[in-house]
């Protein structure tokens, strides 16, 4: 793996990095994380993730080590030492080339094995930067499929959905399953049978020129780039509406994209079987994500989609 690692502070390459095998991040996913990722080599919304960290801490009582200032200025140095890492990628989007990702990780820490919290010693922090590795170009010119993934019947999603922690397994077979029917997201369906979000995503379908996207009431996680695309559409007059969106609602809409920090906004032209409109990037999917190009700046602006994206 090409990538630099700080772990409590110290620097180190990343086939060098270990964490003891009774951590409890490694044996009961009891951590919190965030994925910051650059432009330019700057960190994008650091102040936001840095907020949620502390939010999923909170959440689950884990006290962090560092106050936001020393997350910020490590953070910092672990992308200085990752500058040259980056590898060329002509299928990558512009302005992810030379660009890296941190995985700020911060465990409750090591100590005898048992599920009992005060066992551990220490919190451990982890940064991992790699070079990002983002959709490659042509999934901004044609959009990607997602596929459903629980529903009505299907065993509920453990932890806290409001928290980002180190507890995914739910989230690795929703991916599985949508990998085996050839999609590149899954999107997690609620009991009702309403989309919630994807597996690392949020979601949005936009109807007569309006965004639809579940609120956070869904119990979804409350994504930076989802918050950032709301601020945009309210700036450039487009209309947001955060209420339930049933999977038939979103099968039938003009246009759907998803949001991450990785991928920005991402077009989704296929749910399940189901084409979304005419099956291509729509106007004001293109016209949001230029808007967050430009917001975001680094590489290049997509500007008149689709023919630049």
Known sequence: MNGIVSIDG???????????????G????DSVYEVVRTYDLALFEMGLHLARLASSAGRIGLRLPWMADRFDREVRRVVEAARDIATPDPAAAPWNLGECTVRIVVTRGSGEPGLDPGLAVEPTVVLIAVPLRGPPLDAYRKGISA??????????????P??????????????????DHGAQE??????????TEGASSNVFA????????????AGILAGVTRAVVLEIAGRLGVTARERPL????????????????????????????????????????RR??????????????PGKPPASV
């Open 186 to 195: 899954a999107l997690v369906l609620d009991g009702a049978g309403n989309v």
């Open 147 to 160: 596929w459903p993934f629980g529903g009505p019947g299907a065993p509920p999603r453990g932890g806290d």
């Open 206 to 217: 936009v109807r007569d020129g309006a965004l639809e996207t579940p609120p956070l009431g």
């Open 10 to 24: 110290i620097l180190v390459p990343a086939g060098e990095a270990r964490v003891s095998v009774f951590d409890r």
């Open 26 to 29: 490694f044996l009961f996913g």
């Open 246 to 285: 049933p999977l038939a609602g979103l099968e039938s809409a003009d246009e759907a994209f998803i949001t991450s920090t990785v991928r920005e906004v991402l077009p989704v032209v296929r749910v399940g079987q189901r084409s979304i409109g005419p099956a291509v990037p729509g106007p004001v999917t």
């Open 288 to 301: 949001i994500h230029a808007a967050f190009r430009e917001a975001a700046g680094g590489g290049h602006n």
């Open 162 to 179: 409001a928290a980002k922690t180190g507890e995914h397994l739910f989230q690795v077979l929703a991916v599985r399953e949508a990998r």
